[in-house]
């Protein structure tokens, strides 16, 4: 696949390895045949037929077959998504009654369509059946799934050039062989985690997992996966979360980690977790928690006086109870997801994850350095003039130069004033850097004689480039992020990095960084994110640059190159 990098075959041949050892017990039985109905669709073809540019999903969990359960099927019929994921607690049946449930199912979506199954606490210990035995009877339908289906699996639709990784675990359910434990240093937790960054490292643009227990919760059940997996898929940026277990629809903020938030603890609310209180959201800065228990079975009460309810953007249970599925879309760029009824109430929600900039959008600053400018740097063609600190700026053969001595730093700034601010610019050297390299700082926000915050781009001697967020105060320098090496990223006399920083908001304000090789692709996640909310910062301010070079590097001077500067309201 094009975007694809090296990784991708040691991620998953790990992930598969760790698996195997992991539930060597839990061996896949070999799918039964299904009963008559339309005719049986090939997995290949299922993974063809998805939208060109598009995947269609549903889900739910707690099905049961009773009339909301049918309804609740037919609906998923109605809506034709490419797969549907089953998210536990299946047919609350006798045990042996499992080969009738998917009778059931087939009935309402057709045979061979891809209604891939999560256990539930009610079929992992054969409480209503067993996993194995529903596995059997609606197998998995998607190529080139790693793992144990039905239990803790992954997979890419579409198979080709994927939109999506879906991770499915299963945390806090007890199998024949004991109680599926996620806690940090465990294989599962090590194996969820190489499932996620997989789908990083291959530019996956969409991660969605789903697991039946949920953590956050204003219905009747504790963390049951414990606070170390939920802080792994906060600090992951996982986009989408979905649960069941509870008999009811409940929808979080877009939460994740930053300033004031560096471990959510369950149990409380911490208002510094919320980075996105809306319903339309930013992709990369955060994770939506949906528990969609609503596939048929008896709704139970929310609690809106849960110590968790602020965390929470929608919510409905037995006092407005509505059945139905989470209908989800996904592009390249951007996640709508809504609930969409089939009995009951007339409960709605809807959300959306994107963010990008338009690229129609006039730029409020842009420079492409085209002119000739012997000494300093002119005005940009958006923006005004350049305000510069220092000497030893010039324009020339389409860039901006900067040369540095050992030692030297060198500040430009452009009067613009913007509360939110979306900042790319390509960066290159004559030279490579040595003894310590050299420092390039990207600030989204500069709110004159006060400070501001910027991404602070390292490129060592080696070539490794690091990226960290900061704040500034005068000449004081904090840390909202600590400095990350970007992988797989080498800096390369000849070839130019792209910087892109986003400042946006106030009370807090949130900061992202991304950094990459100028011409591959853009990576789909931020690398970095902060929240901050520093008195005298959550204004309006100008944009800029400041470089440094260390004071042990040597045959100097270095010369830096600025290039493509384009400033946007997100």
Known sequence: MSHRTALAPLVATLAAAALTALLATDVARAPAALPAGPPVVAAADVAAAATEGEVHFTAAGDYGAGPQSRAVLAAIGRLAPDLNLALGDLSYGAVGGEQAWCDLVTQHVGA???????????????????????????????????????????VDVPAQDPLVRY??????????????SYAAGSPRYAWTAAAIDGARAEQIPWVVVGSHT???????????????????????????VLHGHEHLYQRTKQLGHGTGCTRMTPGTADLDCVVDADASMVKGAGTVFATVGTGGVVQRDVNPSDPEAPYFAAASG????????????????????????????????????GGTPDPGAAPFAADTFTRTV??????????????????????????????????????????????????????????APTGGGLYLSVDGRRVPG???????????????????????????ETALAPSTVVPGLTHVVGQRLQVRVQVTGTSPTTVRARVW??????????????????????????????LYLSSSATGTPLVAQLDDVVARTP
């Open 214 to 240: 949920p953590c956050l919760s204003m219905g009747q059940y504790p963390c049951d996966m414990g606070p170390d997996l939920l802080n792994l898929l906060l600090g992951s940026d996982v986009d989408l």
């Open 517 to 546: 090789r100028a011409g591959d692709p853009e990576p789909s996640a931020w690398q970095l994110t902060a929240t901050d909310a520093t008195a005298g910062l959550q204004a309006a301010g100008e944009i800029g640059a400041y």
């Open 167 to 180: 991770v499915m675990i299963s945390p806090g359910l007890t199998f024949p062989e004991g109680l599926a």
């Open 112 to 154: 061979g369509f891809p209604f891939q199954l999560l256990a539930g606490n009610h079929e992992s210990n054969g409480t209503n059946g067993h996993i194995n035995d529903f596995s059997s009877c609606l197998p998995n339908q998607l190529p080139g799934l790693v793992g144990t289906y039905g239990r803790q699996w992954y």
């Open 450 to 476: 006060v400070g501001g915050y910027r991404a602070k781009v390292h490129v060592g001697s080696s070539g490794a480039v690091s990226v960290g967020l900061t704040r500034t105060a005068g000449s004081s």
């Open 374 to 431: 012997a000494s300093g740097l002119g005005s940009a063609e958006t923006g005004g003039a350049w305000r510069t600190s220092g000497t030893g700026y010039s324009v020339a053969g389409g860039t901006a130069r900067v040369q540095l001595g050992a030692g030297t730093g060198r500040d430009l700034a452009l009067p613009v004033s913007s509360a939110s601010t979306d900042l790319t610019l390509t960066a290159a050297t004559d030279r």
């Open 318 to 353: 037995l006092a407005t109870a509505t059945w139905g599925v989470l209908d989800v879309r996904v592009s390249a760029t951007t996640l709508t997801a809504a609930f969409v009824r089939a009995d009951g109430g007339t409960f709605t929600d809807a959300f959306t994850i």
